[in-house]
């Protein structure tokens, strides 16, 4: 199910996934296809390894990432579950051929 919350955003957000949720920024963003489909690929993530698993693996990964990075952006560009759903967000098929914890393979890959 996918929702607008404007106030529900920092400035810099348009959307998140929050299961079993897509939340956007403006309504506009109903139609962006390649954003959904990203968010679609986070609903699978956390399905699988769980709700409160993914967000404590996402959280501490960041946390990780910034300490090597330096950045809270680049750190966020480069956690497993951002790689998947950035490396496949405009294969609109994606979810549908995505196999179990295919975010793992992005955990190591440079």
């Known amino acids: 199910m ?6 529900f955003f920092p400035k810099d957000y348009v959307g998140l996934c929050l299961w079993p949720f897509i939340i ?3 309504k506009h963003l109903l139609n962006d296809q390649i954003l959904i489909n990203h968010e679609r690929i986070h609903l699978q993530q956390q399905w699988e390894l769980g709700i409160l698993p993914f967000y404590v693996w996402y959280f501490i990964e960041w946390l ?21 759903a950035y490396a496949n967000e405009d294969n609109l098929l ?3 051929q995505r196999k179990r914890f295919s975010f793992l393979q992005y955990c190591f890959k440079k």
Do not use: H, M, T
């Open 94 to 96: 994606y979810p549908a």
């Open 24 to 26: 956007l920024r403006e």
């Open 2 to 7: 996918v929702l607008v919350i404007r106030q």
């Open 64 to 84: 990780w990432k910034c300490l090597l990075y330096g950045d809270r952006y680049l750190a966020y560009q480069n956690i497993s579950f951002e790689r998947e």
